[in-house]
């Protein structure tokens, strides 16, 4: 084999050319491939080599070339990894079969587009060396991630890298100093130092393998010996999860709480069958069903259910009051609903209440109003709820400190991290994730869910309305006692923490780091005289 190894027919000074149409296709292939990461069996293996077949794609190829791969890489992950997107628009939304695949396919638009830009980059450092460009890549996939999830109005951090290694108890532990980001800064990493391997031509190509399979060495040794290393916390307080499972509806008829009082009967007596765990905490989900404390009927139930429990009672429901955001506005006066959490002591008192921040685009409100007309013109129902404006963190009579988080809200670990810094000992998320069906999104939902649990070092309790309900402990085991689609109640074991993790105290600090060396590292290559031209 030439020096340089397999990859040097990738090389422009190669005799013979890799057809433009061939890495083309090699790059839609791996993001196809990496989507086998999160649905599925969950094989990780792909999120390890995806990114870097990628890589090989980009060299030597005239930078549209080079964008072009990597649109398509991303295009095609979100086509096989979220096209439940397409499913929920079409049964939930209102949207034509039709109507919702060209909606996800807006989406894989805008995703590719932000991983073209990154395989544009790569491409240029990698026109003054591959060793350069293969330095460069982690950094720049994490601040396109990064991007990705602070985009204005319709961020959608979901499915990045770093989670299907964030499966393995030993490495996820890593997300306490750096969030997912650091994950997601591994596995490119990784990536990259393989194809360096074959491409550099620095070192003499048996030494270059030697340093590869050292890296490989180090990797499995961690993912293979970490988890024994993990500690073992206690729990001390076990929390009555109840999982609902209320089917999906469009709307809610004014009978709806006589309709469904057998329900509601089975559901509390669930909720307060004797245990030998003795829960000291009683949970309900985000669920499709019309729970507001302004309505009488609910206001009744749960300040008696709370009073039967004997202790805290957490629920979701819809709260309607005058606008909590100055810069919001009630016509003719009339009150807001807002996505909210509840929690009621054991007197029947409401003495908490958590309006959720970060709803979903186009489901619970409209992003942008040009936008808004597109899709209301596709839908009518779309948006309706409004941005509570504060992460609050709720006190139990106990005195311990609690912070919930809604649905969607799991997967930005920035605003989870709020919560923990603001002094919560404990994370509950509740949702309802019935909107998903049994496609993957549900459980992707979990895998998320649970990192954020690791990044505080805190216990996680989560309620939902048709699975998954589990607890999580602060370095990501899971107690999952219930199966989905069943209307059950399980005892989760919890406790309160008040560790302060790097991440907890200083947020993203690493993804803002790999954002400032990606700007440095692009932006010299604008430097006169400094990036060669591909023929």
């Not at 765990?277 to 989900?285: R, S």
Request: aromatic share 12%; proline share 7%; charged share 15%.
């Amino acid at each position: 084999m030439p020096r340089g190894g397999w990859l040097f027919y990738l090389r422009p000074q190669a005799g013979t050319e890799i057809p433009t149409s061939l890495r083309l296709i090699a790059a839609a292939v791996s993001g196809a491939a990496l989507s086998l990461s999160y649905t599925g069996l969950y094989l990780s293996i792909y999120s390890w080599v995806c990114i870097g077949i990628l890589l090989l794609s980009l060299f030597g190829v005239r930078p549209r070339v080079a964008f072009g791969c990597g649109f398509l890489h991303g295009l095609l992950f979100v086509l096989t990894s979220l096209p439940w997107i397409a499913t929920v628009l079409t049964v939930h939304g209102g949207v034509s079969v039709a109507g919702g695949w060209a909606l996800l396919l807006l989406i894989a638009i805008a995703w590719g587009i932000l991983t073209g830009a990154f395989a544009w980059s790569v491409h240029r450092l990698s026109r003054q060396s591959i060793e350069l460009a293969c330095v460069g890549a982690p950094f720049l996939w994490v601040t396109f991630e990064f991007a990705r999830a602070h985009l204005p109005e319709i961020s959608f951090p979901w499915n990045l890298l770093g989670y299907p290694a964030a499966a393995n108890l030993g490495l996820v532990q890593l997300t306490t100093i750096t969030g997912i980001c650091g994950l997601s800064f591994l596995v490119a990493a990784f990536n990259a130092f393989l194809v360096w391997t074959s491409a550099s031509t620095r070192l003499a190509i048996r030494t270059r393998i030697i340093y590869a399979a050292a890296a490989m060495a180090i990797l499995l040794s961690v993912a293979l010996a970490g988890p024994r290393l993990v500690p073992q916390p206690q729990a001390h307080h076990f929390a009555r999860a109840a999982q609902l499972n209320f089917p999906e509806v469009e709307s809610y008829p004014a009978d709806w709480f006589q309709a469904h009082a057998a329900d509601l009967d089975e559901i509390i007596r669930i909720s307060l069958a004797p245990s030998a765990e003795k829960p000291d905490l009683l949970v309900w989900p985000e669920a499709p069903a019309p729970f507001s404390f302004q309505d009488s009927q609910f206001a009744k139930l749960a300040s008696t259910l709370a009073i039967r429990f004997g202790h805290p009672f957490l629920a979701g429901a819809i709260e309607w009051k005058a606008p909590v955001d100055p810069l919001d506005t009630a016509p003719h006066g009339n009150l807001l609903p807002y996505n909210s959490a509840l929690l009621f002591d054991a007197q029947g008192q409401r003495i908490f209440v958590y309006d959720k921040v970060h709803l979903v685009p186009f489901g619970e409100y409209e992003p942008f109003p040009l936008i808004h007309h597109v899709v209301s013109s596709v839908s009518s129902e779309v948006g309706g709820f409004h941005k509570g404006n504060k992460y609050v963190v709720g006190r139990f009579p106990s005195g311990n400190t609690f912070g919930v988080f809604i649905c969607y809200e799991a997967i930005f670990p920035g605003e989870v991290r709020r919560f923990a810094a603001g002094g919560a000992q404990l994370l509950i998320n509740i949702s309802n994730d019935g909107w998903f069906g049994r496609s993957a999104a549900a459980e992707q939902h979990l895998r998320m869910a649970r990192v954020r649990a690791v990044e505080n070092r805190r216990w996680l309790v989560r309620a939902t309305n048709n699975g998954f309900t589990v607890s999580v402990d602060p370095y990501g085991r899971t107690f999952e006692p219930l199966p989905p689609d069943v209307r059950a109640a399980a005892d989760l074991p919890y406790d309160f923490r008040t560790d302060e993790t790097i991440y907890t105290r200083f947020g993203d600090w690493f993804a803002w780091l790999c954002v400032l060396v990606s700007v440095i590292l692009v932006a010299a290559t604008f430097r006169k005289g400094k990036v060669t031209s591909v023929p």
